[in-house]
């Protein structure tokens, strides 16, 4: 079991920029890659970016590719999302989830474990 809790929302006006965080514990941090999804209202839920244990993997959405910015640190076992240039459709709860496998980390399905998410919003 891996219990994922992210911090860093909030309320930002357009082309300003937010950290989020995720903090992970329980099982073996080192056995999961780590991604960042997101979901606007009436819309699914959509990849942002994911980096992998070994940072060997690491992809980005093209919607914020050039934009944002997804590091861990495995020592702290955290996972952090710099987003910069913010658009008023990056507005959205943002998730981190673990994924356990080495598997395409753009599909939601393949993640086994979410935190609660933390809402982002980008006003004009």
């Known amino acids: 079991q891996v219990q994922l809790v992210e911090s860093g929302g909030g309320l930002v006006q357009v082309g300003a920029s937010l950290t989020l965080s995720c903090a992970a514990s329980g099982r073996t941090f080192s056995n999961y890659a780590m991604g960042w999804f997101r979901q606007a209202p009436g819309k699914g839920r959509e990849f942002v970016a994911a980096?992998?244990?070994?940072?060997?993997?690491?992809y980005y959405a093209d919607s914020v590719k050039g934009r944002f910015t997804i590091s861990r640190d495995n020592a702290k076992t955290m996972v952090y999302l710099q987003m910069n240039s913010l658009k008023s459709e990056d507005t959205a709860v943002y998730y981190c989830?673990?994924?356990?496998?080495?598997?395409?980390?753009?599909?939601?399905?393949?993640?086994?474990?979410w935190g609660q998410g933390t809402q982002v919003t980008v006003s004009s």
């Open positions: 980096k992998s244990w070994t940072e060997r993997r690491i």
């Open positions: 989830a673990a994924n356990p496998g080495n598997n395409d980390y753009t599909i939601p399905h393949n993640y086994m474990y």
